[in-house]
């Protein structure tokens, strides 16, 4: 098999033809880096690759299955890694300046076990700075490009995975999902993104931007490949203390279950608050089209209204600067990370923080400090930050009671496809909106996931966003699966093989 075909198989085929023999990790895993070798330099979605390692992993894996030792089922297909998240002994940024140059001296829960799974990590992929974007042009170390359209932005924060994963240089990659920084990427680039249920899957080696909503997840190409990495990913970690004290519901089952097309007697809910003014034609229009297909695979569809939707996105732009904060309030210069001495006076504690903070900071990041510390100050905690919690309780009542409904919800990931590279730079309101129906899952700590469901009238692909009650990840998979089989049906292949090679080196 060519490299080229091996980089083109989904993490579930690779890992079989890896299981029966075919071929080995070490293959595999070389035919990604050279795959990242030859079109990354046009796309950036890595920051760090670290082939040593990655090929090290690789040969203890196929070592151990000579051997004829018990391997997990993913074992030997590498992944991608967001660089939000602590790897031992490789840089980790957070897409910042002033984390640049940082080896941590421990792993994330997260990246223990996918060694202990025996994924071999390929490298660290861009990100807007601490997460803190819709489009990746907020990482300090440039732009990540779309692979479907390299003048355009590959979603945000996470565009440096989600474009991994689309352009064939990492058949899985992790990210993290703030306000859909995994599900908003997902949908511009036809990949499949899923954000876990809060405490789903640990936050221990995160590093925080708002820990009330940030959430690690998969990113991959199909939904069973998404429920496989999810698998090895979540579960109870006495380390974090939001961690879900639970099993995981039976992910792959619930994919393999889908997969038939069936979804006879599940209600699917569809929210009047997540469409409509400020959604592109051809997003509508996919959406109105997958409807139809559920429908036509026995769901029942029923409309349900969340009235309080409407106001998440100005709660949500209250509580993550507040947290935010207060997180990012250790990077100081004194402890790790840049440190910078002023240049106009003695170096107390006061100036030397001053003087780091201004330099390893970008714009986006301070803007939302000084929003967040604003409304944490004395005389608007109450005005601002206390409003906007009270907000996020009546979303999650809104939650209930379309739960009570309907066992999923859906609506458009995303209301427009990919837009080009700084052309909303200069307007943060109209980049946050980016982000409308993403956010009300993050408030409610309930799971979603994106699923490619097309291309729009300017032939770049959109999503269609699946909502499950919290706890009930698997029904995301189910249905997720059952509409991913039902559209390639209709294609007659996965979406992504209808996006523009790209150039090689």
Same mark, same amino acid.
């Given at each position: *098999? =060519?490299?080229?075909?091996?980089?083109?198989l989904t993490a579930a085929d690779l890992a079989g033809r890896l299981a029966a023999g075919e071929v080995s990790s070490v293959e595999a895993t070389q035919a990604h880096l050279d795959r990242i070798a030859a079109v990354d330099g046009a796309v950036h979605a890595f920051l760090h690759v670290?082939?040593? /390692?990655? !090929?090290?992993?690789?040969?203890?894996?196929?070592?151990?299955?000579?051997?004829?030792?018990?391997?997990?089922?993913?074992?030997?297909?590498? +992944?991608?890694?967001?660089?939000?998240?602590?790897?031992?002994?490789?840089?980790?940024?957070?897409? $910042?300046?002033?984390?640049?140059?940082?080896?941590?001296?421990?792993?994330?829960?997260?990246?223990?076990?996918?060694?202990?799974?025996? !994924?071999?990590?390929?490298?660290?992929?861009?990100? #807007?700075?601490?997460? *803190?974007?819709?489009?990746?042009?907020? =990482?300090?170390?440039?732009?990540?490009?779309?692979?479907?359209?390299?003048?355009?932005?590959?979603?945000?924060?996470?565009?440096?995975?989600?474009a991994a994963v689309a352009a064939y240089e990492a058949p899985l990659a992790i990210g993290t999902d703030t306000g859909g920084s995994i599900r908003q990427p997902g949908a511009v680039t036809g990949t499949v993104g899923v954000k876990p249920t809060y405490g789903g899957v640990s936050r221990?080696?995160?590093?925080?931007?708002?820990?009330?909503? #940030?959430?690690?997840?998969?990113?991959?190409?199909?939904?069973?490949?998404?429920?496989?990495?999810?698998?090895?990913?979540?579960?109870? #970690?006495?380390?974090?203390?939001? $961690?879900?004290?639970?099993?995981?519901?039976?992910?792959?089952?619930?994919?393999?279950?889908?997969?038939? /097309?069936?979804?006879?007697?599940?209600?699917?809910?569809?929210?009047?608050?997540?469409?409509?003014?400020?959604?592109?034609?051809?997003?509508?229009?996919?959406?109105?089209?997958?409807?139809?297909?559920?429908?036509?695979?026995?769901?029942? +569809?029923?409309?349900?209204?969340?009235?309080?939707?409407?106001?998440?996105?100005?709660?949500?732009? !209250?509580?993550?600067?507040?947290?935010?904060?207060?997180?990012?309030?250790?990077?100081?210069?004194?402890?790790?990370?840049?440190?910078?001495?002023?240049?106009?006076?003695?170096?107390?504690?006061?100036?030397?923080?001053?003087?780091?903070?201004?330099?390893?900071?970008?714009?986006?990041?301070?803007?939302?400090?000084?929003?967040?510390?604003?409304?944490?100050?004395?005389?608007?905690?109450?005005?601002?930050?206390? =409003?906007?919690?009270?907000?996020?309780?009546? +979303?999650?009542?809104?939650?209930?009671?379309?739960?009570?409904?309907?066992?999923?919800?859906?609506?458009?990931?995303?209301?427009?496809?990919?837009?080009?590279?700084?052309?909303?730079? #200069?307007?943060?309101?109209? *980049?946050?909106?980016?982000?409308?129906?993403?956010?009300?899952?993050?408030?409610?700590?309930?799971?979603?996931?994106?699923?490619?469901?097309?291309?729009?009238?300017?032939?770049?692909?959109?999503?269609?966003?699946?909502?499950?009650?919290?706890?009930?990840?698997?029904?995301?998979?189910?249905?997720?699966?059952a509409l991913e089989t039902l559209l390639e049906k209709t294609w007659g292949a996965p979406l992504l093989s209808r996006a523009p090679e790209l150039e090689t080196a």
């Open positions: *098999m =060519s490299a080229t075909d091996l980089t083109r670290d082939a040593e /390692g990655a !090929l090290a992993t690789a040969r203890d894996v196929d070592a151990r299955r000579a051997a004829g030792e018990d391997l997990h089922a993913l074992a030997g297909v590498p +992944i991608a890694v967001k660089d939000i998240v602590v790897t031992r002994g490789l840089p980790t940024t957070a897409g $910042s300046r002033i984390l640049e140059g940082w080896l941590p001296p421990y792993d994330a829960t997260i990246t223990t076990r996918l060694r202990e799974a025996g !994924l071999p990590i390929l490298g660290k992929t861009n990100m #807007d700075e601490f997460a *803190m974007g819709s489009s990746t042009e907020h =990482s300090a170390f440039g732009n990540t490009h779309n692979p479907w359209d390299l003048d355009r932005i590959p979603g945000g924060s996470g565009g440096g995975s989600a221990y080696g995160l590093i925080a931007l708002a820990s009330s909503l #940030d959430q690690a997840g998969p990113v991959t190409r199909t939904v069973l490949d998404s429920a496989l990495l999810h698998e090895v990913i979540g579960g109870h #970690d006495p380390r974090d203390s939001t $961690s879900i004290p639970e099993p995981l519901p039976a992910l792959v089952d619930a994919a393999r279950r889908g997969a038939s /097309g069936d979804l006879t007697g599940v209600r699917v809910g569809v929210v009047t608050e997540l469409g409509g003014e400020g959604y592109q034609a051809g997003v509508r229009a996919r959406f109105e089209e997958s409807l139809e297909l559920l429908r036509g695979a026995g769901a029942e +569809i029923v409309e349900v209204s969340c009235p309080h939707f409407t106001y998440a996105l100005g709660a949500y732009y !209250l509580i993550l600067p507040s947290e935010a904060s207060s997180n990012l309030a250790k990077f100081d210069g004194m402890r790790f990370g840049l440190r910078v001495e002023p240049t106009d006076g003695p170096a107390t504690a006061e100036r030397v923080m001053a003087a780091t903070r201004g330099a390893g900071f970008g714009d986006e990041v301070k803007r939302r400090i000084i929003l967040g510390t604003y409304a944490l100050s004395a005389g608007y905690y109450d005005a601002y930050y206390g =409003s906007a919690q009270k907000v996020r309780t009546l +979303i999650q009542r809104d939650f209930a009671a379309a739960f009570a409904q309907a066992d999923v919800l859906v609506s458009p990931t995303a209301p427009t496809t990919a837009f080009r590279l700084g052309e909303k730079l #200069d307007d943060p309101l109209a *980049m946050y909106l980016n982000d409308v129906a993403t956010i009300p899952a993050n408030l409610a700590g309930v799971p979603g996931m994106s699923v490619p469901n097309g291309l729009s009238d300017d032939g770049l692909p959109v999503g269609l966003q699946i909502l499950a009650p919290a706890k009930a990840d698997d029904r995301l998979y189910r249905v997720g699966a």
